[in-house]
């Protein structure tokens, strides 16, 4: 595809559950990155991955949040036993190893009950 | 914690009208971006501007940066309906972008 795909688009799930958010960058973008969106609110930034190196985790808001990526594509954001506060759009953008520009997918809509 | 601050967080003018919107951070910055929001989905790059650069323009996008005073503006001409979005600033340090809380702007036809 053209652009960052993002999937699912909707999720409603119970507090304790898990859940499980996909990212799909741009073809040859080396970087990813995911961010969290309360209602209303800005962007707070959760994790980024760069290539193979070590993914900088410095945003992760607790021990229940991890996020893969393998290589260069597809990356995984996984939330643990979930709580009502994780509600919130989750969006992800790459962007090519030497551009600064992040290009952002559609997002996650994710409803903790 | 958010290292830009967008303001006003709030802004509604009419059709026509130019809208200024104004992001200030507190560290040094490899540059500064715009970015627009429409509808709580995806972010869409906007303009970039380089910390040794002052302005830059883009269509009816104008963009200053401050370094001295760690501030930026973003000022769209000529506003239309279709302007209606929030708009965030990210400053890039080594690799993150650090995004702001937004000014969500409304034009009135």
């Known amino acids: 595809g053209a652009g960052v795909s993002q999937s699912p688009s909707n999720k409603v799930t119970e507090k304790g559950k898990d859940v499980e958010l996909r990212c799909d960058p741009i073809s040859g973008h080396t970087a990813l990155y995911w961010y969290r969106q309360r209602l209303g609110q800005g962007l707070e930034f959760l994790i980024y991955f760069q290539g193979n190196s070590a993914p900088d985790k410095s945003g992760l808001p607790s021990d229940r949040f991890s996020a893969e990526r393998t290589g260069e594509s597809v990356s995984t954001l996984t939330i643990q036993r979930t709580q009502q506060e994780d509600s919130a759009v989750y969006l992800c953008?790459?962007?090519?190893?030497?551009?600064?520009?992040?290009?952002f997918g559609p997002g996650t809509r994710l409803l903790v009950l | 914690s958010q290292q830009g601050e967008e303001d006003p967080q709030a802004l509604s003018i009419q059709e026509g009208e130019n809208a200024t919107m104004n992001c200030s951070y507190k560290?040094?910055?490899?540059?500064l971006q715009w970015y627009r929001q429409n509808s709580g989905r995806g972010l869409v790059h906007l303009i970039l501007i380089r910390s040794n650069e002052r302005e830059k323009h883009s269509g009816r996008l104008r963009v200053t940066l401050d370094t001295s005073k760690k501030s930026s503006s973003l000022l769209i001409t000529a506003s239309r309906a279709a302007d209606t979005a929030s708009y965030f600033c990210g400053t890039q340090g080594a690799q993150k972008l650090v995004f702001g809380q937004g000014t969500r702007l409304t034009i009135n036809p």
């Open positions: 953008a790459s962007r090519p190893g030497l551009q600064e520009t992040q290009y």
């Open positions: 560290t040094s910055i490899n540059n």
